[in-house]
């Protein structure tokens, strides 16, 4: 089975833009989150779909938004970038997420840089 | 909220000795997950080891087992016979049972491996 891919790898954006980034998870997998992750903050919670619909959210503005195809594929999209969304960004793929636990498996992640 | 806590940062092992790693994390609820995440440099994050709050036994995976402490919410790895190929950063994470729980992560601790 193919693991979870990310695209683009690197990106290169100047503050006020937008990025839209990419995930699809793996064959059969229902539920996607999103992790933000920097040396200073470490690793912290953006939302999780699931079927679509977002079923959790960190606590990050509303400048960071996502959404969920039928096929699970993921996006997650962040207007009028800031210096400080320079990042790694992680997507993590799991067969249903939530309640009983199913293991999430991570994607290589995007790493963006904002200048 | 659930937090989990990584106290150091870095820590440093010669190959083929033992080494652990210390997670401390504070929940209110009964029942959860923990876990061991593995993320080498320039890598995908993968799960090194879990741990189910109800299971008394202490979990262990080849080279890799955890020392569960749940009176004290302490969650340490144990590294036997440490490779090279184990330097990487280790984060420590706890996950709900409930609908709307997500993973939340230490900041991680940065292991390096010395021939």
């Known amino acids: 089975k193919a693991g979870v891919t990310q695209t683009p790898r690197y990106l290169i954006k100047t503050r006020g833009q937008q990025v839209t980034l990419s995930c699809s998870p793996i064959s059969g997998h229902r539920s996607v989150s999103w992790y933000q992750q920097t040396p200073g903050q470490g690793l912290q919670f953006l939302f999780e779909y699931f079927s679509e619909t977002q079923r959790n959210k960190g606590n990050f503005p509303g400048r960071f938004s996502g959404r969920q195809f039928s096929n699970s594929r993921s996006e997650m999209n962040v207007s009028t970038l800031e210096l400080g969304d320079s990042a790694l960004y992680l997507c993590a793929s799991s067969l249903s997420g939530g309640g009983i636990y199913n293991e999430q498996f991570f994607g290589p992640g995007t790493r963006l840089t904002v200048l | 909220a659930q937090t989990v806590t990584q106290s150091q940062p870095e820590m440093s092992v010669q190959e083929a000795e033992t080494v652990t790693l210390s997670c401390t994390y504070d929940?209110?609820?009964?029942?959860?997950?923990l876990f061991w995440y593995k993320q080498p440099p320039s890598r995908q994050m993968i799960l090194v080891i879990r741990?189910?709050?109800?299971?008394?036994q202490n979990a262990t995976e080849n080279r890799f087992s955890v020392n569960f402490q749940k009176a004290a919410k302490s969650f340490s790895l144990k590294i036997s016979d440490s490779q090279l190929g184990d330097a990487a950063m280790y984060f420590c994470?706890?996950?709900?049972?409930?609908?709307?729980?997500?993973?939340?992560f230490g900041k991680g601790i940065t292991l390096s491996v010395r021939p």
């Open positions: 741990q189910e709050a109800y299971k008394q």
């Open positions: 929940t209110s609820e009964s029942d959860y997950y």
């Open positions: 994470a706890y996950n709900g049972l409930r609908a709307n729980s997500k993973l939340t």
